[in-house]
Nanobody, 119 residues
């Protein structure tokens, strides 16, 4: 079992920055791919960024490329999402997800952290 807890969300003005954290307990995150998703009011949950367990390769949604950076600190068992140049449309609950094969048995979610961007 992996327990995930997100933090770092809040209210920020457009153009500002936040760093979200996803802290894990129970297992070492270094063996998991970790993804960030977000869900805005009235919309479906959408993929934001992914960092792979091997080599640290990253992947981003087109809407956040160049503004968001995902990184991991294995010593702290924590994944970060640095969010710059925030826009009102980035307002959402941000969730982290840890997964590894087989996904049916190794797929964990945190409760989320709210990010609100004022215009």
């Amino acid at each position: 079992q992996v327990q995930l807890v997100e933090s770092g969300g809040g209210l920020v003005a457009a153009g500002g920055s936040l760093r979200l954290s996803c802290a894990a307990s129970g297992r070492f995150l270094s063996t998991y791919d970790v993804l960030w998703y977000r869900q805005a009011p009235g919309k479906e949950r959408e993929f934001v960024a992914r960092i792979y367990s091997s080599g640290g390769t990253t992947l981003y949604a087109d809407s956040v490329k160049g503004r968001f950076t995902i990184s991991r600190d294995n010593a702290k068992n924590t994944i970060y999402l640095q969010i710059n140049s925030l826009r009102p449309e980035d307002t959402a609950i941000y969730y982290c997800n840890a997964r590894r094969l087989p996904y049916s048995a190794n797929n964990y979610w945190g409760p989320g952290t709210q990010v609100t961007v004022s215009s």
